[in-house]
């Protein structure tokens, strides 16, 4: 899939799109229901996120030979794995909605938004594609603020309060809202 992965999806897609780390995989499936245009490629590496998502493709006793739908793959690695092996400028829209947010100083070198990740996802999300970043943590929060200063691949402006329209709702969103903590969006543009 890596080396040419518009060749995983049947019929070939119009865009490709990469979620890192869908969690239960409800913002997967919402985009590729609205966007059948677009072959996403989710990443989740917890098992429990995968069964739920596949719980909601796979009908009971269809495990063996229900197929996914033509424009999702799975990725049940490391993102950053696969990030590596992507050809430059294939990706037209990355996701990392609620990332882990490693709230201890010395787990920063964990978290994805890191300037060796933003050096990655440069390489291999294309001229005007989108990177879509939303988090509730103001540990997290802070930390992607003073990445995105420090860099000079993407166009940054300051994160929206409020998920914007176009974003599907998350069920971790729905979470940290309901417990009051404020999420932060960004959407960020490739230079």
């Given at each position: 899939m890596a080396g040419d992965p518009r060749a995983a999806f049947v019929p070939p897609p119009a865009e490709l799109w990469l979620e890192i780390g869908f969690g239960g995989g409800e913002h997967a499936l919402a985009q590729i229901a609205a966007h059948p245009q677009a072959g996403l490629i989710a990443c989740e590496v917890f098992e429990p996120g995968l069964c739920s998502l596949l719980a909601r493709l796979v009908p009971e006793g269809g495990?063996?030979?229900?197929?996914?739908?033509?424009?999702?793959?799975?990725?049940?690695?490391?993102?950053?794995?696969?990030?590596?092996?992507?050809?430059?400028?294939?990706?037209?829209?990355?996701?990392?909605?609620?990332?882990?947010?490693?709230?201890?100083?010395?787990?920063?070198?964990?978290?994805?938004?890191?300037?060796?990740?933003?050096?990655?996802?440069?390489?291999?999300?294309?001229?005007?594609?989108?990177?879509?970043?939303?988090?509730?943590?103001?540990?997290?929060?802070?930390?992607?603020?003073?990445?995105l200063a420090g860099q000079d691949a993407f166009d940054a402006p300051a994160p929206a309060a409020a998920r914007p329209q176009a974003w599907p709702p998350t069920r971790y969103e729905a979470k940290a809202l309901a417990a009051g903590r404020r999420p932060l969006y960004w959407s960020l543009t490739r230079r």
């Open positions: 495990e063996a030979d229900a197929p996914l739908p033509g424009n999702l793959r799975l990725w049940d690695d490391d993102a950053r794995a696969l990030i590596q092996a992507l050809p430059d400028a294939c990706l037209d829209r990355v996701f990392l909605l609620f990332p882990d947010p490693w709230p201890k100083a010395r787990h920063a070198k964990r978290r994805f938004v890191h300037p060796a990740n933003i050096a990655g996802l440069a390489r291999v999300l294309k001229p005007g594609g989108e990177w879509r970043v939303a988090s509730d943590d103001p540990t997290y929060q802070a930390w992607v603020s003073e990445m």
